[in-house]
């Protein structure tokens, strides 16, 4: 009987620490998403749109990057890197604000595939805007 009470004990240890363990990996394990808000100078004034379907050749203000987690979580203080077109060093680092965004403004001289890398705690993704 006394075996039996051991054993029912050390199975209920096992399966609390699995239910703890597993719960806080499904719980890290989450992806990360990254858009963009792009702010442009036109003719009436300003207009944002997003890296899908900003003008060829816009006047471009000012990128807005938000970046958050797969649970809606803003990537608070995430660190982001700049890449401008043709270059593997980057341009510009930064760090996001508490709702997880960054600010930049391109130099309209150096037109083409923009890279905008964003990572913390080991959860990362980046986007390419064409410039």
């Not at 990360?32 to 006047?59: D, K, W």
């Not at 995430?78 to 604000?97: F, H, I, K, L, N």
Request: proline share 4%; charged share 20%; with cysteine.
């Amino acid at each position: 009987m006394n075996m039996t009470y051991i054993q029912r004990i050390i199975f209920s240890l096992a399966l609390v620490l699995a239910l703890v363990f597993g719960f806080t990996k499904t719980t890290l394990a989450h992806e990360v998403a990254v858009r963009a808000n792009i702010q442009t100078r036109t003719a009436n004034g300003v207009a944002t749109y997003s890296e899908n379907n900003l003008p060829r050749n816009a006047q471009v203000t000012a990128i807005e990057i938000v970046a958050y987690y797969s649970t809606g979580e803003p990537m608070a203080d995430g660190q982001v890197r700049v890449y401008a077109p043709g270059d593997s060093e980057p341009w510009r680092t930064g760090r996001c604000d508490r709702q997880g965004r960054y600010t930049f403004t391109p130099d309209l001289s150096r037109r083409g595939r923009w890279t905008v890398r964003v990572e913390s705690e080991g959860h990362s993704n980046f986007i390419n805007i064409v410039l």
